[in-house]
């Protein structure tokens, strides 16, 4: 969605959108309607001939049904008398036929129901994958900006809406268009006066339709920004739960959630209002129309211009016209539900990758010992009108050594990792994996040289193993056994009460922090990259887990390159060489060793520091 579109939505969130930006506002909404309408198409398009199978269906349906107060009017005026003189053919065809048309239309519209049915459960399942795959395809920009909360009311309270749509809103419009302009035709045949007079009534009820169409659409499209600012709070509220209970947070919870309710529900009633003033001016026109049919046709019957059949059969034609007007107004009440959802779900599916797939990409040269990365007058921030977080630097990082990052926090230490892991691209110069930029690195290719480990070690719900084993699908049990045993974490593996087939529960909740973290480095070493990035990954271990690592540590990064950011001296003075970062530019370089020996410079400090702490 973009900056403009927030604004507007903001604006109809806390009520009308003022006068001087009603130009603006219609402008998105036009926008946002073209947008959900292509969406709807492209779903449509390959269901296509099980769309045009159901139209048929119901066109079916209504021509038997509609033909039901025809034969009534028969039976009245022709097979009564007639069975009255002792001639009951015609009663007799009347009435099978009038049974025919029962049992007829009781059988298309189950055909019907099953092929709606079908189509909608197909294209729902369509949209939910699109929208999956799309957002685990873009960046890792866009989520540190669009929250999961957002991600979610699109797949469930949004996806609801339309499935609304596809189940009852659809059938009910084609029923009711499909009855409205069979009816009309048929009242126009039966007799024209009575039909020219409720047509005219048909009028101001079109201008109503659309002052209805045009105004739901917006309250819905309030209503749709408003669950899901509720979802969001909710997920980030059950998301953080322990700090939610330790400083006591429900209370102000409660009223953050209780304003977000109160505002859905405003502008559900709103939606609602709008509803209910539509179906009162339909019904109200519907019998007064009616009425004056009644009213107007017994006059002529009584003067003979008009056979009670025909008056009858009309009286039952108009109550139907006017019944499938409400069915009009739920479809429009759907859609306009519907209508909303689609426009924020096309814009989630809109958004894309700030750091694309390579149109045509490069392979990278075979690496026995790591390979070389390199950063060529790099530059980034942010975004395009952010400050400048890293300043023009170059670096070069040859195969096989172990870097360590060390500054204060904040000094862009994180932000030179991400960029050799490709989580983002610098706004200017490049990032070299063995010579190749690897904005034109496929990403399979990407994923498989360099793995990042970081402090939050998130593991999946499921076993021990399937979380060590995504490090290389389709690995062996001995071989994600063996990497465990390499990193340490086997000891406390097998201690598990299920051992490696132990469910460590939603985001590894079974687990210690530092258990979470040796089954990370487990994964990565799995993964066996030509790179590997420790972003604070020993951040959460105790002592004697540290001390596991540390051994494991040489294992783990021999023969390959690697990149560690870390506070800790024991994990940094295993490196090969240091980077001091300060404000974004590297202001010492060289081996811990050699930085020590400077006796001056922010190493030597932290070093010194480090040793009068274990005295």
Same mark, same amino acid.
């Given at each position: 969605?973009?900056?403009?579109?927030?604004?507007?939505?903001?604006?109809?969130?806390?009520?009308? +959108?003022?006068?001087?930006?009603?130009?603006?506002?219609?402008?998105?909404?036009?926008?946002?309607?073209?947008?959900?309408?292509?969406?709807?198409?492209?779903?449509?398009?390959?269901?296509?001939?099980?769309?045009?199978?159901?139209?048929?269906?119901?066109?079916?349906?209504?021509?038997?049904?509609?033909?039901?107060?025809?034969?009534?009017?028969?039976?009245?005026?022709?097979?009564?008398?007639?069975?009255?003189?002792?001639?009951?053919?015609?009663?007799?065809?009347?009435?099978?036929?009038?049974?025919?048309?029962?049992?007829?239309?009781?059988?298309?519209?189950?055909?019907?129901?099953?092929?709606?049915?079908?189509?909608?459960?197909?294209?729902?399942?369509?949209?939910?994958?699109?929208? =999956? &795959?799309?957002?685990?395809?873009?960046?890792?920009?866009?989520?540190?900006?669009?929250?999961?909360?957002?991600?979610?009311?699109?797949?469930?309270?949004?996806?609801?809406?339309?499935?609304?749509?596809?189940? #009852?809103?659809?059938?009910?419009?084609?029923?009711?268009?499909?009855?409205?302009?069979?009816?009309? #035709?048929?009242?126009?045949?039966?007799?024209?006066?009575? +039909?020219?007079?409720?047509?005219?009534?048909?009028?101001?009820?079109?201008?109503?339709?659309?002052? =209805?169409?045009?105004?739901?659409?917006?309250?819905?499209?309030?209503?749709?920004?408003?669950?899901?600012?509720? #979802?969001?709070?909710?997920?980030?509220?059950?998301?953080?739960?322990?700090?939610?209970?330790?400083?006591?947070?429900?209370?102000?919870?409660?009223?953050?959630?209780?304003?977000?309710?109160?505002?859905?529900?405003? +502008?559900?009633?709103?939606?609602?209002?709008?509803?209910?003033?539509?179906?009162?001016?339909?019904?109200?026109?519907?019998?007064?129309?009616?009425?004056?049919?009644? +009213?107007?046709?017994?006059?002529?019957?009584?003067?003979?211009?008009?056979?009670?059949?025909?008056?009858?059969? =009309?009286?039952?034609?108009?109550?139907?016209?006017?019944?499938?007007?409400?069915?009009?107004?739920?479809?429009?009440?759907?859609?306009?539900?519907?209508?909303?959802?689609?426009?924020?779900?096309?814009?989630?599916?809109?958004?894309?990758?700030?750091?694309?797939?390579?149109?045509?990409?490069?392979?990278?040269?075979?690496?026995?010992?790591?390979?070389?990365?390199?950063?060529?007058?790099?530059?980034?921030?942010?975004?395009?009108?952010?400050?400048?977080?890293?300043?023009?630097?170059?670096?070069?990082?040859?195969?096989?050594?172990?870097?360590?990052?060390?500054?204060?926090?904040?000094?862009?230490?994180?932000? #030179?990792?991400?960029?050799?892991?490709?989580?983002?691209?610098?706004?200017?110069?490049?990032?070299?994996?063995?010579?190749?930029?690897?904005?034109?690195?496929? $990403?399979?290719?990407?994923?498989?040289?360099?793995?990042?480990?970081?402090?939050?070690?998130?593991?999946?719900?499921?076993?021990?193993?399937?979380?060590?084993?995504?490090?290389?699908?389709?690995?062996?049990?001995?071989?994600?056994?063996?990497?465990?045993?390499?990193?340490?974490?086997?000891?406390?593996?097998?201690?598990?009460?299920?051992?490696?087939?132990?469910?460590?529960?939603?985001?590894?909740?079974?687990?210690?922090?530092?258990?979470?973290?040796?089954?990370?480095?487990?994964?990565?070493?799995?993964?066996?990259?030509?790179?590997?990035?420790?972003?604070?990954?020993?951040?959460?271990?105790?002592?004697?887990?540290?001390?596991?690592?540390?051994?494991?540590?040489?294992?783990?990064?021999? $023969?390959?390159?690697?990149?560690?950011?870390?506070?800790?001296?024991?994990?940094?003075?295993?490196?090969?060489?240091?980077?001091?970062?300060?404000?974004? &530019?590297?202001?010492? $370089?060289?081996?811990?060793?050699?930085?020590?020996?400077?006796?001056?410079?922010?190493?030597?400090?932290?070093?010194?520091?480090?040793?009068?702490?274990?005295?």
């Amino acid at each position: 969605m973009t900056t403009t579109e927030q604004a507007v939505e903001e604006e109809s969130w806390r009520g009308v +959108a003022a006068e001087d930006n009603e130009e603006l506002t219609n402008a998105v909404g036009l926008r946002l309607q073209a947008r959900s309408r292509a969406l709807l198409r492209s779903l449509l398009r390959p269901r296509l001939g099980m769309c045009l199978l159901a139209f048929a269906l119901v066109v079916a349906e209504n021509i038997v049904t509609l033909s039901g107060p025809l034969l009534v009017a028969e039976a009245i005026d022709v097979g009564i008398p007639a069975a009255i003189d002792g001639r009951t053919t015609v009663l007799t065809w009347c009435v099978a036929g009038y049974l025919a048309t029962a049992i007829g239309s009781g059988l298309l519209r189950y055909l019907f129901v099953r092929v709606v049915a079908t189509v909608g459960q197909d294209l729902l399942l369509d949209l939910r994958g699109r929208v =999956f &795959r799309h957002a685990q395809g873009l960046s890792l920009s866009f989520h540190e900006k669009y929250t999961s909360g957002k991600v979610i009311s699109r797949l469930t309270s949004d996806l609801e809406s339309i499935e609304d749509l596809l189940d #009852i809103g659809l059938d009910g419009l084609l029923t009711a268009a499909l009855s409205v302009v069979g009816i009309a #035709i048929l009242m126009l045949t039966l007799d024209l006066p009575l +039909a020219l007079f409720v047509l005219a009534g048909f009028v101001p009820l079109l201008l109503v339709t659309r002052w =209805f169409y045009r105004t739901s659409n917006r309250a819905y499209r309030d209503t749709r920004g408003g669950i899901a600012k509720i #979802i969001v709070q909710f997920v980030e509220s059950m998301n953080g739960m322990r700090a939610v209970q330790a400083f006591r947070r429900q209370e102000r919870n409660e009223t953050i959630m209780s304003g977000l309710n109160g505002r859905f529900r405003d +502008a559900n009633q709103r939606a609602l209002v709008v509803l209910a003033k539509y179906t009162m001016i339909v019904r109200l026109v519907g019998n007064l129309s009616l009425a004056a049919v009644l +009213a107007i046709g017994a006059v002529r019957v009584v003067n003979g211009g008009l056979e009670l059949g025909v008056l009858t059969a =009309f009286l039952l034609y108009l109550r139907r016209f006017y019944d499938p007007l409400d069915e009009v107004a739920m479809f429009a009440n759907a859609y306009s539900a519907a209508n909303a959802a689609l426009e924020k779900i096309s814009g989630l599916l809109e958004e894309r990758p700030d750091v694309a797939e390579p149109a045509e990409p490069k392979p990278l040269p075979a690496a026995a010992d790591g390979r070389e990365v390199r950063f060529e007058r790099v530059e980034f921030r942010y975004s395009a009108d952010g400050p400048v977080v890293l300043p023009e630097f170059d670096l070069t990082i040859p195969a096989g050594q172990t870097v360590a990052l060390v500054g204060e926090t904040g000094a862009g230490k994180s932000t #030179i990792a991400k960029l050799v892991a490709r989580f983002y691209d610098p706004t200017k110069g490049d990032v070299l994996l063995s010579g190749v930029p690897l904005r034109s690195v496929a $990403d399979e290719d990407l994923r498989r040289s360099v793995v990042m480990v970081t402090q939050e070690n998130f593991l999946f719900s499921g076993s021990v193993a399937d979380n060590i084993g995504l490090g290389r699908l389709g690995a062996s049990r001995a071989e994600i056994e063996a990497a465990a045993e390499a990193v340490g974490a086997a000891e406390f593996v097998e201690k598990l009460p299920e051992g490696y087939d132990t469910d460590v529960r939603k985001r590894g909740g079974r687990l210690s922090a530092g258990q979470r973290q040796l089954v990370a480095f487990a994964r990565a070493f799995l993964a066996d990259p030509s790179v590997l990035v420790l972003d604070e990954a020993t951040a959460s271990l105790d002592v004697p887990s540290e001390r596991a690592v540390q051994r494991a540590l040489e294992t783990v990064l021999a $023969d390959r390159t690697a990149l560690i950011i870390a506070h800790r001296l024991s994990t940094v003075l295993i490196a090969d060489r240091v980077l001091v970062v300060d404000g974004g &530019r590297i202001v010492e $370089d060289g081996s811990p060793q050699s930085l020590v020996d400077q006796g001056s410079g922010q190493f030597a400090d932290l070093h010194n520091a480090w040793l009068a702490s274990l005295a």
